[in-house]
């Protein structure tokens, strides 16, 4: 069983809205940051790992639930997990909460699917992926993701 790879991010004045409240769609940037520092830390960073393993994970499906505003200036904690592996997709689970105070802020998933660098039909996940994730598998910490099924 996995830990997940966590960050910490602020948040600035362009992801808020007047109130100074973060807007909803910051989340999915802060989502993606995260996503992309996990690859980096197991050798496997965008700019050379997809030309590699000749593979894109896009994505399918997002789901977020909002629990508590972040607010301008609050220190968010991101952590991200693989929370499902199928054949052809994957599910990074998230969850964002306020690091001085532990509040869950969001939670939620992103099902990706893998598609070949060339014709960008989908692919059986590459072994290097799935090995290079490994330390970041926790399916016990699984979000509902109603549409996982082995055959995707």
Not at 23 to 33: L, N, T
Not at 102 to 109: P, R, T, W
Request: include cysteine; aromatic fraction near 14%.
């Amino acid at each position: 069983m996995g830990q997940p790879f966590t960050i910490t991010e602020r948040v600035r004045w362009i992801d808020c809205d007047a109130a100074h409240i973060i807007y909803y769609g910051a989340y999915i940037r802060f989502f993606e940051i995260a996503e992309t520092e996990m690859y980096r830390s197991v050798g496997l960073p965008y700019s050379v790992a997809f030309r590699e393993i000749e593979c894109f994970p896009i994505r399918a499906e997002y789901h977020s639930e909002y629990r508590f505003p972040a607010q301008l200036d609050d220190l968010m904690r991101i952590e991200v997990w693989i929370s499902h592996w199928g054949r052809t997709s994957f599910t990074i689970s998230f969850r964002f909460k306020r690091d001085e105070d532990d509040i869950l802020l969001s939670e939620g998933y992103c099902r990706l699917v893998c598609v070949g660098r060339n014709d960008k039909r989908s692919i059986s996940i590459p072994d290097r992926l799935k090995e290079a994730l490994a330390p970041y598998t926790d399916r016990e910490r699984s979000w509902q993701t109603p549409r996982d099924s082995d055959d995707t």
